[in-house]
């Protein structure tokens, strides 16, 4: 059995305190929190900066609006650290389906062109490429080996007219993890783009994209950047900002920002040129603490303690779920395919019902594809685990 106290893992940068992580997220007061591949609770330091704004905005209006613009601000740098890239190249947009439309839309294709996508993908990496075919893209999606992702059949369905490769870090229902590097080289390899939907991955693993596989990047802060929702992240490779055209401009997209009296169409010269208008800024203050938070406790490009965490929990979780009769359907036979996504089956049980009755007894989880989906960070522990193992059991001795 796994270790699961919370003194930490060893990494370079030494001991990480996982307990002073979960101090700083008090949904794990009431609940054991298994939902963050779904909607993540945020930590203490989201809610404090959120708060802190919506107490200026009630008393004082936009007197502080200069704060809150330089604190947005700081969520592109600290994300461009996160992922080891130019702050230039980061822009924030509402959520992972615009960042995605941001290319589909903004690409230039032209008929006969094809993106290839590997079968099962979530909906946001599906419909906005199949919105092409009026333009004459076609859309090759790449049958999977069970829940696998297989890098040899997605080099095959590449031709001289593909375009993107589009794929998930990490499989929404089976929590699958392919290695964004060898796919991104491999399309490169054969001519094409590679698009990588981070959601579920950006948050617990390390991500350099320095090393230049990914070309484009798109990832919603509410699951495992323990962000609230309508505040993401969209990464575009500098050398690309002239090949995407923005779907829309306005008085943010332009070099002279502010300066309304000018009127003169000379678009900034880094991803921000995607974020034509006004944004959210309480949820990108939000967005901020959480990303600080991470960054704390170890989410950096070349530290792997947070991955390292979250693997070890899931594998106590996998561990003990057989142990009550559970049925593992996501392939953990590699280390470097595992992510914080579990999906089980509990034999002769309704899943839908299953879950109804495990959030009665403050346990939170998902249902995906029929079948249950428990989703754990780095700061659930084994107390998280034995109140889902017990809520399980009382469940079936109840039926």
Known sequence: MVNLSLQGVRDSAGSVDWLAFRSQMPVTKRWAYFDHAAVAPIPQRAFDRMTAWSQQAL????????????????????????????VAEIGLVPNTSFGINMVAEGFPWTPGDNVVIPAGEFPSNVYPWMNLADRGVEVRVVPLDGVRVVPERIADAIDSRTRIVSASWVGYASGYRLDPQEIGQMAHDRGALFFLDAIQGLGVFPLD??????????????????GPEGAGIFYVKREHLDVLRPLSVGWNSVQQGNDFSRIELRLRRTAARYES??????????????????????LRPDDPAVGQRVVQVTDELCSRLQAIGATICSDRSLPDIKSGIVQFEMPGQDSVRLRQSLLARQVVLSCRGGKLRASAHAYNDASDIDQLCAALVDVRSKD
């Open 277 to 298: 208008g006004s944004q959210n800024l309480a949820g990108f203050i939000g967005l901020l603490g959480s990303l600080e938070t991470l960054w704390e406790f170890g």
């Open 59 to 86: 008393e004082d209006g936009d007197a502080f609006w200069s704060q809150w613009s330089d604190q947005y601000e700081q969520v592109r740098n600290l994300a461009a650290k996160i992922m080891n890239c130019q």
């Open 209 to 226: 994209l320095s090393l230049g596989a990914v070309d484009f990047l798109a990832a919603d802060g509410h699951k495992w950047l323990l």
